[in-house]
Nanobody, 117 residues
Framework: QVQLVESGGGLVQPGGSLRLSCAASGIIFSIYRMGWYCQVPGKQRELVATITSGGNTNYANSVKGRFTISRNNAKNTVYLQMNSLKPEDTAVYYC???????????WGQGTQVTVSS
């Protein structure tokens, strides 16, 4: 029943922008901490950004000032606005939903972001 459906990934040039979306269903979206994580083959999945149910945000140092996470509880959707993209941002990006109350931790399917000239 639980689904995290991602969209917005693709190929962009360095300095370009991309907006990732993750639409959640099957959960009480408003009580979940939502997040974006990235993973490169052969490496562990890493935090990109999180946003709490109250709207507090946290970012990896490497993306501060360039990426913005936001959520629209009415749409059960979390976004990642990615600006000033660098080749080092190339990775698979995963949407995450976490709740202590629900004792749940869900992941999206992952979407490829490639930054290359």
């Amino acid at each position: 029943q639980v689904q995290l459906v991602e969209s917005g990934g693709g190929l962009v040039q360095p300095g370009g922008s991309l907006r990732l979306s993750c639409a959640a269903s099957g959960i009480i979206f408003s009580i979940y901490r939502m997040g974006w994580y990235c993973q490169v083959p052969g490496k562990q999945r890493e935090l990109v950004a999180t946003i709490t149910s109250g709207g507090n945000t946290n970012y990896a140092n490497s993306v501060k000032g360039r990426f913005t996470i936001s959520r629209n509880n009415a749409k059960n959707t979390v976004y990642l606005q990615m600006n000033s993209l660098k080749p080092e941002d190339t990775a698979v990006y995963y949407c995450n939903a976490f709740s202590t109350q629900e004792r749940s931790d869900y992941w999206g399917q992952g979407t490829q972001v490639t930054v290359s000239s």
